[in-house]
């Protein structure tokens, strides 16, 4: 009546919270992903170049696109060269503003890190690249990158 068993059988793992971990991960790389700030207004095709150096901080990065509007902006805004602070088309009086705005979400130790990097059309002329430069100068803003994509041998 009181045998031994000879083989011992380990239990089976449970699965009932295995549904309840994929949420949590799931619900973790929803929240943790970031997406593009907003759409696109203008037409920035950028220049080739050969020497090009990567950034490393994206964090640390101004974007500023210079170019002429895309098809479905240009019946309110024209066909000349405009400039995207964001999401929104912008003065180069605004420049200031849209610096300080991201300034203050950086950390100060980091805050001399901060570049601000030209997005610029290559067919655009070089009068709206020296207002925005001129306000970049004004705002203390001395780091500025100029965008471009390698040259195809």
């Known amino acids: 009546m009181f ?3 000879r083989g011992k059988s380990d239990p089976e793992v449970s699965t009932a919270s295995l549904p309840d971990i994929i949420f949590m991960l799931l619900f973790f790389f ?5 997406l593009r700030d907003g759409e696109r207004k203008v037409a920035v095709v950028v220049p080739e170049a050969t020497e090009l150096q990567k950034l490393q901080q994206k964090s640390l990065v101004n974007h500023i696109w210079i170019g002429k509007p895309v098809e479905k902006f240009r019946d ?3 066909t000349k060269p405009r400039i995207q602070l964001g999401d929104k088309f912008a003065s180069e009086f605004e420049i200031p503003l849209f610096l ?3 300034k203050i979400k950086v950390p100060e130790a980091q805050r001399p890190r901060i570049t601000t990097s030209l997005k ?4 655009v002329t070089m009068g709206i690249v020296t207002d925005v430069k001129t ?7 001395l780091k500025v990158n100029y965008s471009a994509r390698p040259r195809g041998n």
């Open 3 to 5: 045998t031994k068993k």
């Open 30 to 34: 929803m929240v943790t992903t970031v």
């Open 76 to 78: 309110t805004y024209g």
């Open 100 to 102: 300080e705005q991201h």
């Open 120 to 123: 610029v059309d290559g067919k």
């Open 135 to 141: 306000a970049l100068r004004k705002a203390n803003q």
